[in-house]
């Protein structure tokens, strides 16, 4: 469905980032908060779309294994935009900092040091068990979270 995307900074808000999709029915352009990207990965980084457009355009590097270089916070270096941050984990990143990035605990250990790394941020709130819980009791009662 998804041929290609494009992303520039909304010039009308703030916080914002723009896209623009190619998809079956023609160009789409939506606004959004953030962006995932869940696609998967090529061999090398610089044949992955949006990860070579990243170092085409960015002050992202590679680290030594030629995959993105990113911090302890899992925070890709070299593309900070204040108050913009950008965070990549799993086998993007094999070689940098976490050596197990790229295993299954290591996904989540990643994803707990971006959860921590957004809420000193002042992003989000603190991610644990009782807060979990009781988000899940909202939910599970059809509240708003």
């Not at 709130?125 to 939910?139: A, M, V, Y």
């Amino acid at each position: 469905m998804n041929s290609g995307a494009r992303f520039f900074e909304s010039p009308h808000r703030a916080g914002t980032v723009r896209v623009e999709l190619k998809t079956e029915q023609g160009e789409q352009q939506v606004t959004v908060v953030g962006v995932i990207d869940c696609t998967g990965l090529e061999a090398d980084i610089a044949e992955h779309r949006v990860l070579a457009d990243l170092l085409e355009h960015s002050n992202a590097g590679r680290n030594p294994l030629v995959r993105l270089d990113v911090d302890r916070t899992f925070e890709v270096r070299g593309t900070r935009s204040e108050p913009g941050r950008m965070y990549a984990s799993g086998t993007a990143t094999l070689g940098g900092y976490f050596p197990g990035v790229d295993t299954f605990l290591g996904l989540q250990i990643a994803a707990q040091e971006i959860a921590d790394d957004l809420t000193r941020q002042r992003f989000c709130k603190r991610l644990g068990p009782l807060r979990s819980t009781s988000q899940w009791w909202k939910w599970a009662r059809g509240k708003r979270i």
